[in-house]
């Protein structure tokens, strides 16, 4: 069996700059839709929604390990022989982005939690295909798909609250 062949320091390093700045550039574009002014904080929201403070925090984190599974798959095996895995990541990463605007811009959560279930498919299929390459790629996106199991509990929440 033949050794397999990282890339060099700097290509991994330039390789992680850009799966950082993918999924960062995701979440810039889903922030555009986040308003959480006056429609959102006159939502009624269950007992068990957090602090508003906490959700910035909590995604930055979360793009952040996102990114890093990632790369791990990339520097690993490649585009090539990777794409079904990394392709698995760019259509949950499209996913999550879809949420922001479903729910926040078109103000639609009904809509927003049927494509939550979508997106959290998509992240456990991730996850499974990332685990095979790497395990440590697939540990990285549980916090993401807890996060988003209670994303998902919120957004069916406040829609039955306010349907």
Known sequence: MERERLPSKAIQGIGLAGWLGLCYAASAVGS?????????????????????????P?????????AVAAWLVWRKRGFSRASA????????????VA???LFFG???PPAAFAEILVLWAAILATLVSFLRVSR?????????????????ALNFSIWRLNG
């Not at 555009?32 to 929201?45: E, I, V």
């Not at 990541?89 to 999550?96: C, I, S, T």
């Open 58 to 66: 909590v995604w930055g984190v979360l793009y952040g390990l996102m």
């Open 99 to 101: 949420w922001s605007y």
């Open 136 to 152: 440590a790629a697939g540990y990285l996106l549980v916090p993401y798909l807890a996060w988003v199991t209670f994303a998902a």
């Open 106 to 108: 078109a103000r639609n």
């Open 32 to 56: 555009r839709f986040t308003d959480t002014g006056p429609w959102f904080q006159a939502l009624r929201k269950p007992s068990f929604y957090p602090p508003d403070w906490l959700f910035g």
């Open 85 to 96: 895995p990394l392709g698995l990541f760019g259509v949950q990463l499209a996913l999550n």
